[in-house]
Protein backbone atom coordinates (compact mmCIF):
# COMPACT_ATOMS: atom_id res chain seq x y z
CA UNK A 1 0.00 0.00 0.00
CA UNK A 2 1.59 3.74 -0.97
CA UNK A 3 1.80 6.44 1.16
CA UNK A 4 -0.90 8.44 -0.58
CA UNK A 5 -2.84 5.15 -0.01
CA UNK A 6 -2.29 5.34 3.85
CA UNK A 7 -2.71 9.29 4.36
CA UNK A 8 -6.27 9.33 2.33
CA UNK A 9 -7.70 6.48 4.36
CA UNK A 10 -6.44 8.02 7.39
CA UNK A 11 -8.19 11.39 6.16
CA UNK A 12 -11.70 9.61 5.79
CA UNK A 13 -11.40 8.18 9.18
CA UNK A 14 -10.54 11.46 10.54
CA UNK A 15 -13.36 12.53 8.99
CA UNK A 16 -15.73 9.78 9.98
CA UNK A 17 -15.02 10.52 13.73
CA UNK A 18 -14.91 14.19 13.53
CA UNK A 19 -18.68 14.18 12.09
CA UNK A 20 -19.42 11.89 14.32
CA UNK A 21 -18.44 13.76 16.89
CA UNK A 22 -19.91 16.61 15.89
CA UNK A 23 -23.40 15.48 14.80
CA UNK A 24 -25.10 16.00 17.64
CA UNK A 25 -27.07 13.29 18.26
CA UNK A 26 -28.22 11.77 21.35
CA UNK A 27 -26.59 8.28 22.43
CA UNK A 28 -29.42 5.37 22.76
CA UNK A 29 -28.82 5.41 26.29
CA UNK A 30 -30.84 8.99 26.25
CA UNK A 31 -33.87 7.46 24.19
CA UNK A 32 -36.54 7.89 26.58
CA UNK A 33 -38.68 4.72 26.69
CA UNK A 34 -42.36 5.12 25.03
CA UNK A 35 -43.85 3.90 28.16
CA UNK A 36 -42.51 6.44 30.60
CA UNK A 37 -43.84 9.15 28.45
CA UNK A 38 -47.24 10.50 29.89
CA UNK A 39 -50.09 10.44 27.47
CA UNK A 40 -51.43 13.57 26.30
CA UNK A 41 -55.43 14.26 26.62
CA UNK A 42 -57.50 13.69 24.13
CA UNK A 43 -58.48 16.71 21.72
CA UNK A 44 -60.85 16.67 19.23
CA UNK A 45 -60.14 16.89 15.68
CA UNK A 46 -61.37 17.25 12.20
CA UNK A 47 -63.07 13.95 10.95
CA UNK A 48 -63.74 12.66 14.56
CA UNK A 49 -67.62 11.40 15.36
CA UNK A 50 -68.90 12.93 18.55
CA UNK A 51 -71.61 11.74 20.06
CA UNK A 52 -73.57 14.26 22.57
CA UNK A 53 -76.19 13.25 24.92
CA UNK A 54 -77.67 16.06 27.13
CA UNK A 55 -80.06 14.16 30.00
CA UNK A 56 -83.57 13.82 29.58
CA UNK A 57 -83.65 16.19 25.89
CA UNK A 58 -82.79 13.49 23.83
CA UNK A 59 -83.84 15.77 21.35
CA UNK A 60 -80.66 17.67 21.63
CA UNK A 61 -78.46 15.13 21.38
CA UNK A 62 -76.32 14.08 18.00
CA UNK A 63 -73.82 12.25 16.81
CA UNK A 64 -71.96 14.14 14.15
CA UNK A 65 -68.81 14.59 12.55
CA UNK A 66 -66.29 17.65 13.23
CA UNK A 67 -66.51 19.39 9.55
CA UNK A 68 -63.08 20.55 8.16
CA UNK A 69 -63.45 24.01 9.48
CA UNK A 70 -63.40 22.44 12.89
CA UNK A 71 -67.15 23.07 14.08
CA UNK A 72 -70.08 20.60 14.53
CA UNK A 73 -74.15 22.28 14.59
CA UNK A 74 -76.23 21.54 17.14
CA UNK A 75 -79.89 22.58 18.00
CA UNK A 76 -80.58 25.58 19.73
CA UNK A 77 -76.77 26.44 19.60
CA UNK A 78 -75.99 26.69 15.90
CA UNK A 79 -72.21 26.21 14.62
CA UNK A 80 -69.71 25.52 17.66
CA UNK A 81 -65.97 25.08 17.36
CA UNK A 82 -65.09 21.42 18.59
CA UNK A 83 -61.78 21.05 17.36
CA UNK A 84 -58.57 21.43 19.66
CA UNK A 85 -61.03 20.76 22.57
CA UNK A 86 -61.27 18.03 25.36
CA UNK A 87 -64.75 16.15 25.30
CA UNK A 88 -65.43 17.16 28.85
CA UNK A 89 -64.30 20.85 27.69
CA UNK A 90 -66.81 20.57 25.06
CA UNK A 91 -69.71 19.45 27.16
CA UNK A 92 -69.27 22.12 29.95
CA UNK A 93 -69.56 24.87 26.99
CA UNK A 94 -72.60 22.79 25.49
CA UNK A 95 -73.69 22.58 29.07
CA UNK A 96 -73.21 26.26 29.84
CA UNK A 97 -75.24 27.36 26.42
CA UNK A 98 -77.62 25.04 27.21
CA UNK A 99 -78.38 26.22 30.40
CA UNK A 100 -80.01 29.77 29.06
CA UNK A 101 -82.97 27.30 27.71
CA UNK A 102 -83.23 24.83 29.62
CA UNK A 103 -82.95 23.92 33.13
CA UNK A 104 -79.68 22.55 34.68
CA UNK A 105 -78.77 20.84 31.30
CA UNK A 106 -76.19 17.98 32.07
CA UNK A 107 -73.75 17.23 29.01
CA UNK A 108 -71.54 14.24 28.22
CA UNK A 109 -69.62 14.41 24.80
CA UNK A 110 -67.79 11.14 23.60
CA UNK A 111 -65.52 10.69 21.22
CA UNK A 112 -66.70 7.24 19.18
CA UNK A 113 -65.07 7.47 16.09
CA UNK A 114 -61.09 9.03 16.44
CA UNK A 115 -60.29 9.60 12.74
CA UNK A 116 -58.01 12.21 13.49
CA UNK A 117 -55.92 10.57 16.47
CA UNK A 118 -55.53 7.47 13.93
CA UNK A 119 -53.64 10.13 11.19
CA UNK A 120 -51.54 11.83 14.16
CA UNK A 121 -50.82 8.58 15.33
CA UNK A 122 -49.13 7.56 12.56
CA UNK A 123 -45.24 6.45 12.07
CA UNK A 124 -43.54 7.53 8.89
CA UNK A 125 -40.21 5.95 7.51
CA UNK A 126 -38.66 8.04 4.94
CA UNK A 127 -35.59 7.98 2.96
CA UNK A 128 -33.38 4.91 1.85
CA UNK A 129 -35.97 2.10 2.18
CA UNK A 130 -37.57 0.37 -0.47
CA UNK A 131 -40.89 1.31 0.05
CA UNK A 132 -41.32 5.15 2.25
CA UNK A 133 -44.50 4.94 4.14
CA UNK A 134 -46.58 5.94 6.67
CA UNK A 135 -48.30 3.17 9.08
CA UNK A 136 -51.12 3.27 11.50
CA UNK A 137 -49.11 2.57 15.43
CA UNK A 138 -49.78 -0.45 17.17
CA UNK A 139 -48.57 -0.82 21.07
CA UNK A 140 -45.49 -2.70 21.09
CA UNK A 141 -44.14 -1.59 17.44
CA UNK A 142 -40.49 -1.25 17.23
CA UNK A 143 -37.70 0.44 15.04
CA UNK A 144 -37.61 -2.90 13.26
CA UNK A 145 -40.79 -3.50 12.71
CA UNK A 146 -41.46 -0.49 11.30
CA UNK A 147 -38.23 -0.86 8.80
CA UNK A 148 -39.29 -4.02 7.97
CA UNK A 149 -42.99 -3.23 6.82
CA UNK A 150 -41.15 -0.75 4.46
CA UNK A 151 -38.93 -3.61 2.74
CA UNK A 152 -36.16 -3.10 4.53
CA UNK A 153 -33.11 -0.62 3.36
CA UNK A 154 -31.99 -0.34 -0.04
CA UNK A 155 -28.36 -0.68 -1.63
CA UNK A 156 -27.66 2.95 -0.74
CA UNK A 157 -28.72 3.55 2.99
CA UNK A 158 -26.55 4.54 5.06
CA UNK A 159 -27.97 2.14 7.53
CA UNK A 160 -25.84 2.96 10.79
CA UNK A 161 -26.66 6.50 10.49
CA UNK A 162 -30.31 6.52 10.38
CA UNK A 163 -32.43 9.08 12.94
CA UNK A 164 -35.28 8.66 14.70
CA UNK A 165 -37.43 12.05 14.99
CA UNK A 166 -39.79 12.35 18.33
CA UNK A 167 -41.89 14.96 19.84
CA UNK A 168 -40.97 15.69 23.21
CA UNK A 169 -42.10 18.33 24.95
CA UNK A 170 -43.75 19.97 22.06
CA UNK A 171 -40.32 20.22 20.61
CA UNK A 172 -39.05 17.04 17.85
CA UNK A 173 -35.83 15.87 19.38
CA UNK A 174 -33.48 13.24 17.33
CA UNK A 175 -31.96 9.95 18.43
CA UNK A 176 -29.30 8.01 16.18
CA UNK A 177 -30.25 4.52 14.86
CA UNK A 178 -27.90 1.60 13.86
CA UNK A 179 -30.13 -0.25 11.26
CA UNK A 180 -27.30 -2.12 10.15
CA UNK A 181 -26.25 -3.38 13.69
CA UNK A 182 -30.05 -4.04 13.67
CA UNK A 183 -30.34 -5.94 10.18
CA UNK A 184 -27.18 -7.74 9.95
CA UNK A 185 -25.81 -8.15 13.07
CA UNK A 186 -29.09 -8.50 15.52
CA UNK A 187 -27.70 -6.24 17.67
CA UNK A 188 -31.06 -4.71 19.12
CA UNK A 189 -29.45 -2.00 21.26
CA UNK A 190 -30.88 1.12 19.16
CA UNK A 191 -34.17 -1.18 18.47
CA UNK A 192 -36.30 1.00 20.68
CA UNK A 193 -39.86 0.84 21.37
CA UNK A 194 -42.12 3.63 18.90
CA UNK A 195 -44.87 6.03 19.92
CA UNK A 196 -47.51 7.75 18.21
CA UNK A 197 -46.07 10.22 15.81
CA UNK A 198 -42.28 8.69 15.60
CA UNK A 199 -40.32 9.40 12.28
CA UNK A 200 -37.55 7.51 11.35
CA UNK A 201 -35.68 8.97 8.38
CA UNK A 202 -32.64 6.82 6.80
CA UNK A 203 -30.32 8.51 4.90
CA UNK A 204 -28.32 7.75 1.64
CA UNK A 205 -24.54 6.57 1.77
CA UNK A 206 -21.94 9.65 1.21
CA UNK A 207 -18.67 9.38 -0.54
CA UNK A 208 -16.93 11.79 1.63
CA UNK A 209 -17.87 9.58 4.98
CA UNK A 210 -16.30 6.81 3.31
CA UNK A 211 -19.33 4.83 2.86
CA UNK A 212 -19.25 2.90 -0.53
Not at 156 to 173: M, N, P, T, V
Request: glycine content about 8%.
Amino acid sequence: MTITTLMRAGLIAVLGLFITACSGLPSSAEMPPASELAADPYEIGVGDTVSIHVWRNPELGQTIVVRPDGFISLPLMGDVKAEGKMPEDLAAEISNTLGEYIRTPEVTVMVTDPLSKEFRNRIRVTGQVASPQSVAFQPGMTVLDVVLMAGGVTDFAADSRAILHRQIEGEYKSFGLDLEAILTDGDMRTNHSLQPGDVISVPRKQLFRGEL
